[in-house]
T-cell receptor
């Protein structure tokens, strides 16, 4: 049973807002939701993290509904440099088992000029 | 200064050989990880160490043996390499084991088994 589900790919034009949704129906009470960005030939890089409601930083916003069964990463006014794979990570403490820290399948975002 | 470094960046070898990948972090973190990323870009955790102690060992063949000489290093040794071991291997670290701790990833080691 997959812990998280994301769209495989998305395309968007420069300057638009992009929303990527991750489904995590079996999220546990202590799980946090974290999003990572990965460029080709690089390791993933932290973007944003949240537990509930909305979180915003200088790069993105993260929307989490009350039931926490999904989350949406929002990238405002994307540029070509935002072309990357975006991973949703849902997890608690790894000491409770490997299933407690699972990356999603990743969403390949392509920004079109 | 690179936070999490891995060597080598590329590794090409023949089936049946034994090879090692080294990882070092200078962030003072207590927890380190090894991930495998296959050709479909799935990122799967293999091992996790906390304060030099193994806390996760995913269903990884025992040909893979992690070694943590100290908190700053987590090396991965692979015996009797197989074609299916070809992948990119990422090392990562975090302050603690909790899921709210940001993970810092290394640049990856692309392993190709011929």
């Amino acid at each position: 049973l997959a812990k998280t589900t994301q769209p495989i790919s998305m395309d968007s034009y420069e300057g638009q807002e992009v929303n990527i949704t991750c489904s995590h129906n079996n999220i546990a009470t202590n799980d946090y939701i974290t999003w990572y960005q990965q460029f080709p030939s690089q390791g993933p890089r932290f973007i944003i993290q949240g537990y509930k409601t909305k979180v915003t930083n200088e790069v993105a916003s993260l929307f989490i509904p009350a039931d926490r069964k999904s989350s949406t990463l929002s990238l405002p006014r994307v540029s070509l440099s935002d072309t990357a794979v975006y991973y949703c990570l849902v997890g608690d403490d790894v000491r409770f088992g490997n299933e407690k820290l699972t990356f999603g399948t990743g969403t390949r975002l392509t920004i079109i000029p | 200064d690179t936070a999490v470094s891995q060597t080598p960046k590329y590794l090409v070898t023949q089936m049946g050989n034994d090879k090692s990948i080294k990882c070092e972090q200078n962030l003072g973190h207590d927890t380190m990880y090894w991930y495998k990323q296959d050709s479909k870009k799935f990122l799967k955790i293999m091992f996790s160490y906390n304060n030099k102690e193994l806390i996760i060992n995913e269903t990884v063949p025992n040909r893979f043996s992690p070694k943590s000489p100290d908190k700053a290093h987590l090396n991965l040794h692979i015996n009797s390499l197989e074609l299916g071991d070809s992948a990119v291997y990422f090392c990562a670290s975090s302050q603690e084991t909790s899921g709210y701790n940001e993970q810092f990833f290394g640049p990856g080691t692309r392993l190709t088994v011929l």
